[in-house]
């Protein structure tokens, strides 16, 4: 899963409430307090974006976020000698320990997407999370960009992750609103329409 972010430039349609509820947005917003308290927001949304990248593109990483069957103390250790071994700060190996103590390495990767659109929401950007088979070409990114403010989405943060399982095709959200032209999904409603008229 490869996660690219793009910003341009509206008004968000996300309320900041919505994204900071369950588990991932609370301790996204935890984090993106503490950061901004201690003067430390930008560096630290600009580590939280480089560890997705990690997590995203390194399968053993993902390994030991949600194998369950680890050490905990096992799992917090490793994952701090990766993000020292990054040169990430001390601010976020704390906060990715405690994460590792609390037994949700799991959603750690939903933590800094909830942080992601925390940040997007307080910057008044719309955040469109986009799912496709492949990575995105520049040209595709101008024409989803032209689609989306086409769309009244005109400032807006382009969070991407690749899923081979679509096939073909994406899955955009936008707030609550949900555009999925996936060729998965096409075979899917083919498949349950040819069983209505059989």
């Known amino acids: 899963m490869e996660k690219r972010t793009v910003d341009s430039g509206g008004t968000t349609s996300i309320p900041i409430a919505s994204i900071a509820n369950g588990l991932p947005g609370r301790y996204a917003t935890a984090l993106y307090e503490l950061a901004a308290e201690r003067r430390e927001l930008d560096p630290v949304l600009e580590q939280a974006s480089r560890l997705v990248e990690l997590i995203d593109g390194n399968a053993d990483l993902r390994t030991v976020l949600t194998d369950r069957t680890l050490d905990i103390r096992a799992s917090a250790r490793a994952m701090d000698a990766v993000l020292a071994a990054e040169g990430f700060n001390s601010l976020m190996r704390d906060f990715v320990g405690v994460v590792a103590n609390n037994r949700r390495l799991p959603r750690l990767r939903d933590i800094l997407a909830a942080l992601a659109a925390i940040a997007a929401g307080r910057r008044g950007e719309v ?64 498949h349950h329409a040819m069983k209505g008229a059989a």
Do not use: M
């Not at 799912?131 to 005109?154: C, I, K, M």
């Open 127 to 190: 955040v469109a999370d986009v799912v496709s088979a492949h990575a995105l070409t520049d040209l595709q990114r101008v024409q989803l960009r032209s689609r989306l403010a086409e769309a009244g989405y005109s400032k807006v943060n382009i969070q991407e992750r690749v899923d081979a399982e679509l096939l073909g095709g994406l899955v955009v959200r936008v707030g609550a609103r949900l555009y999925d032209t996936s060729l998965r999904s096409r075979l899917t409603r083919l």
